[in-house]
């Protein structure tokens, strides 16, 4: 599975940005997925998830309510809808996928990553 995360951008606190990660290959639907961020200096950390059939999500505590995972099996993209940003959300995002039916929240349980796309947040 390769992915391609797409639409970051800058902009100001309270605004909002949509995410997408697009992946090739046939197999997309068995896989997992997850967004996760990295800032500066720190650990790249878990965001939100969806399971390969999309049923099942789940978000870290600080963006729960802000931000919203989807997934389209059939045009094998994921998206994060983040809104009610804050400085504290800057960093590079990136997509990852993981055979199986769950998602989960450690970076190393994911074999594939995209590239990052940068998001950056002004007060």
């Known amino acids: 599975v390769q992915l391609q995360a797409s639409g970051g951008g800058l902009v100001q606190a309270g605004g909002s940005l949509k995410l997408s990660c697009a992946a090739s290959?046939?197999?997309?639907?068995?896989?997992?997925m997850g967004w996760f961020r990295q800032a500066p200096g720190k650990e790249r950390e878990f965001v939100a998830g969806?399971?390969?059939?999309?049923?099942?999500?789940r978000y870290a505590d600080s963006v729960k309510g802000r931000f919203t995972i989807s997934r389209d099996n059939y045009q094998s993209t994921v998206s994060l809808q983040m809104s009610g940003l804050k400085p504290e959300d800057t960093a590079v995002y990136y997509c990852?996928?993981?055979?199986?039916?769950?998602?989960?929240?450690?970076?190393?349980?994911?074999?594939?990553w995209g590239q990052g796309t940068q998001v950056t947040v002004s007060s």
């Open positions: 290959g046939r197999t997309f639907s068995m896989h997992a």
């Open positions: 969806i399971s390969r059939n999309g049923h099942n999500t």
């Open positions: 990852a996928a993981r055979a199986g039916i769950v998602t989960h929240v450690i970076p190393e349980n994911y074999s594939y």
